[in-house]
C-alpha cells in the first residue's frame, strides 16, 4: 500500500475531500472547450488521473439491461455505500479477537480483514458520463454481464480443480498482486479497472510514446505509437500495446498477453482495444473492447470515467520491509509440521479486491 492510505484520514472522517476527489464532472463535450495540443500536436493527456468509483465491473441483475440511472437512484446508491464505508471505517475494537473481526473495507471479515476501510479508497460516486449516472462499466452486452461461452466455463472449472491443492506450497501458487508483480483486479490492465484503493494514473507523453504510471504496484504502460506488434512469442506483463492518433482519440491495441494475466479469465490469445479522449478540462473518457471468441460468446465493452485530481502517484513500496508473504509461507510450513494443511489449500485463491 502507497502513502496515500496516510492521507485518507479526511475521507474516513467525513470532511472535506478535493474536489476532484469527491465529484465527478460532466463528460459532455462543449463547443467552447477545444481539446488542448502538446508540443507534438496531439492531444493532451498528461497528469494525474482517477478512475476510482463504485460503479461494478457488472450490472447487478434488478436493472436488467438498463445502463443509466436516474439521478435518484444514483444518490441513493452513493448514500448506502458512504453509510457502509463508515460504519467499516470505524476503530476495531481493542478487545475483539482475530476470528471475531467485524466485516472490513473489502467485505471480508476474521482473519481476511487485513485491514478496515481506513485503509481502501474504492470512491465514493458512480460513473457518470455525459451527465448520465452508469450501473455498469459494462456497456456491452447490454445486461451488463460477462458472456463467458461453455467452453470457457469448463476451463475454469478445470483450473479451479487442478488449483485446489498447493495453494501455499510456494510463491509461485500465490496471486500476482501478492506477489507484488502486477496489481490485483486488472488496475494495471488493459483493461485498467478500478479496485479497492490506489486508483491514479499519471500520462506523460513523448512524440512518439505514451506512458501510463499506474499507481498499484508501481506498473508502467509504455504505448508505441505507429509501431506494430512484437512477434508473438514475446509475452509480456500488461501486453504488447500499440497506439495511434484519430483525431481526438488515442487508440491502443494490445495483444501477446501472458496466460498468467488476462481478463476475466479469457485466453493470452484475447485482444484489447482502448479509446483514450479527452472530452473536458477534468476527464478523459475511457472505453475498451475485449476481444476473445474462445472465452466470451458476444462483444465485450465497457466506458469509464478517468477524472482530473490534484494528487500525486505515490511510490507503492510492496514487499520493501513487508513479510507478508514469507509469514503466509511460514506458516503453512508450520502447519504441516504439526500434522495440519493449512486453512484454504483445498480452496480457489481469490485475489485482494477481487469480485
Known sequence: MTFRALVLVSACLGLALPA???AQPPASKTSAWKTPRNVWGHPDLSGVWTNATITRLERDPRFGDRLVLSEDEA???????????????RPTDQKTGVDDLPTCGNGSSGPACGY????VAPGTKVIRIGGEARSSILVEPKNGRLPLSAAALARQRAAFGNGRLGNFDGPERR???ERCLVGFGST???????????????IAQTGDEVMIQIEMVHDTRIIRLN???????VRQWMGDSIGRWEGDTLVVETANFRRDQTFRGATENMRVIERFTRISPQQI?????VIDPATFTEPVKGEQAFNASSEMVYEYACHEGNYALYGILAGAREEERQGREMEG???AVKEEGGE
Open 75 to 89: 444518490r441513493r446508491i452513493e448514500g448506502v455505500t458512504a453509510q457502509a464505508m463508515e460504519a467499516a471505517g
Open 345 to 347: 489449500n483445498r480452496g
Open 285 to 289: 473518457k475511457y472505453t475498451f473492447e
Open 116 to 119: 478496515n476501510a481506513f485503509w
Open 175 to 177: 496471486p500476482l498482486g
Open 20 to 22: 476532484a476527489a469527491q
Open 188 to 202: 494495471s490492465g488493459p483493461p485498467m479497472l478500478p479496485v479497492l484503493y490506489n486508483n491514479h494514473y499519471q
Open 227 to 233: 509501431s506494430t506488434h512484437k512477434p508473438a512469442s
